[in-house]
């Protein structure tokens, strides 16, 4: 027993000399079962009277159309946070990354806010690929990413919280609502990354089991303008709908081209995954209206927690200014972070993730509930359509949260 404690404070030590080397604090007791240092050998300083936490998000390149306003909104949540006395008693004092559009990049800045600025959790990432990217850095730190937008499921990290929907709370629903509404024949265009190729997969595999007929597939690069090409085929296609997974501002491109083309949401109407509130004015309400998407919150939301958040942006941001899911379940992942840390009574990636299991929050798309095995929530499921106000307004409601299924395990369809 003598000898195993003499070999942890040397160890504790040797840390701590180390990381002194390099400017950076190291994680005090309050988070080690022992009492002795620190839990996972992060360099966390827990024994000021703030702690800091890490956005990162694109503030420049093709998605920063989309990312902005999830940084905004984490940053409003913080300020909430802190003007609500903060976290175990300390202040949130946040360190803000560009991602700049790039996944190399957001892995760069994740193991820079991990291992100099000493950040206690990240919050950030938008496209699977930066997500894909910045896994491992967190895996190998021991460290938490909160990403906070709906991707393609079939993933479920230690290190990881999914805030926004996983597969069977978006991509299905969105299926399930074509089928209702009679679409035999459906055309699929896409970003040429993980999600939209890996979430077509999944497409497919549905609409071979439920006689939809997949009449084209076609990709195109993050940033990509000229959709001449691909809306030709969609036009000559007979597609009854269309499964949009474009991402960033090449949605801009493509639905300018589809009405040129002549395409309208009366006959050829579009479900996109990745347009919420914020992209509409960005790719011209002229240019959307009346078309669908499918996500989990919407601005128009009727209920007084979305009322409040709703009028809490808008007087931080301008009146202006719109609300969107992945803004949404950023600004709730913030504060479902906080729920974990005050259920642990500490910071540290052991102590969140023991303590994450049931942890609720009434949230503004409704209550959400931390799933403690795959790290993903219970969430609503929500298909929108454009109005002429600019905004998503609810055509079909799962009407009670889901179950996070993502490996699509209650799925026969894809077995195999």
């Not at 942890?8 to 994680?27: D, Y």
């Not at 976290?87 to 559009?101: C, F, I, M, R, Y």
């Not at 929907?165 to 024949?185: C, F, H, R, W």
């Not at 030709?232 to 960033?248: D, I, P, Q, W, Y």
């Amino acid at each position: 027993m003598m000898s195993r404690k003499l070999t942890a404070v040397a160890f504790i030590a040797a840390g701590t000399m180390a990381l002194a080397s390099c400017g950076a604090p190291v994680e005090q007791t309050a988070d080690s079962p022992s009492g002795t240092g620190s839990s996972s050998g992060t360099c966390v300083d827990t024994s000021g009277s703030s702690i800091k936490i890490g956005f990162v998000n694109s503030l420049s390149g093709t998605m920063a159309i989309s990312e902005k306003t999830v940084s905004d909104a984490l940053h409003m949540a913080a300020d909430e946070i802190n003007a609500a006395g903060g976290v175990n008693g300390k202040t949130l004092d946040v360190v803000q990354e560009d991602g700049a559009s790039e996944p190399t990049i957001f892995a760069e800045k994740a193991e820079k806010l991990i291992s100099q600025d000493c950040v206690a959790a990240v919050f950030g990432g938008w496209t699977s690929a930066s997500r894909k990217a910045m896994l491992p850095v967190f895996e190998e730190k021991d460290s938490l990413l909160f990403y906070p937008v709906q991707y393609e499921g079939l993933e479920a990290s230690p290190n990881i919280f999914y805030t926004g929907a996983t597969t069977n709370q978006q991509i299905i629903p969105a299926m399930d609502y074509l089928k209702s509404e009679g679409v035999k024949k459906l055309f699929l265009v896409g970003s040429d990354y993980v999600f939209p190729r890996t979430a077509n997969k999944i497409i497919n595999a549905y609409a071979a089991a439920n006689d939809i007929e997949i009449v084209g597939e076609e990709y195109a690069p993050l940033g990509h303008t000229d959709f001449s090409t691909i809306v030709n085929k969609l036009k000559g296609s007979g597609a009854e709908a269309v499964f949009n997974t474009l991402n960033g501002d090449s949605n801009v491109a493509f639905f300018k081209e589809y009405k040129n083309a002549g395409l309208a949401p009366e006959t050829t109407p579009v479900i996109s995954v990745s347009i919420a509130e914020e992209e509409v004015a960005g790719i011209g309400l002229e240019n959307v209206e009346g078309q669908f998407a499918a996500w989990n919150y919407f601005q128009t939301i009727d209920s007084p927690e979305n009322h409040t958040f709703v009028e809490a942006f808008k007087a931080k941001y301008g009146q202006d200014r719109v609300t969107s899911d992945p803004m949404e379940s950023a600004y709730t992942s913030l504060y479902l972070w906080k729920e974990m840390a005050e259920k642990a009574g500490g910071f540290s990636t052991e102590a969140i993730v023991a303590a994450a299991d049931g942890v609720t929050f009434a949230a503004p798309e409704g209550q959400v509930t931390v799933d403690g095995e795959n790290h993903h929530l219970f969430k609503a499921a929500l298909i929108g359509q454009i109005a002429s106000d600019g905004l998503l307004h609810t055509v079909w409601s799962s009407g009670s949260p889901i179950e996070p299924d993502p490996f699509l395990k209650n799925y026969s369809w894809w077995q195999g």
